[in-house]
């Protein structure tokens, strides 16, 4: 899989104090762990260093966001919770 296709994904948190919550992958690390960040309590300032193995991949691309980090222009924390707030109500319905 191409490194910059795992950019923008949403992905639920399987297993940590953080497990159910959901985030957007911001960052790649290497074949084993990504950074996420969900802009409230892992803001995109400081993300989340996690295995991959422990998250499990939606099918969900946060798009807008992707091409913000892939051009490497600044993220904020608002967008990635607001995006993030949406796919929720979604995903309930």
Not at 12 to 26: A, E, L, P, Y
Not at 35 to 56: N, Q, W
Request: overall charge positive.
């Amino acid at each position: 899989m191409d490194d910059n296709s795992l950019i923008g994904k949403v992905v639920h948190s399987k297993s940590g104090r953080d497990k159910n919550r959901c985030f957007i992958i911001v960052g790649i690390i290497d074949t084993n762990y990504v950074y996420i960040s969900d802009g409230d309590l892992r803001k995109i300032e400081k993300p989340k260093k996690k295995k991959i193995k422990h998250l499990v991949f939606m099918d969900i691309v946060a798009e807008e966001i992707k091409d913000l980090l892939l051009s490497c222009k600044k993220v904020s924390n608002s967008k990635i919770v607001k995006f993030l707030q949406v796919e929720d109500k979604i995903e309930e319905v």
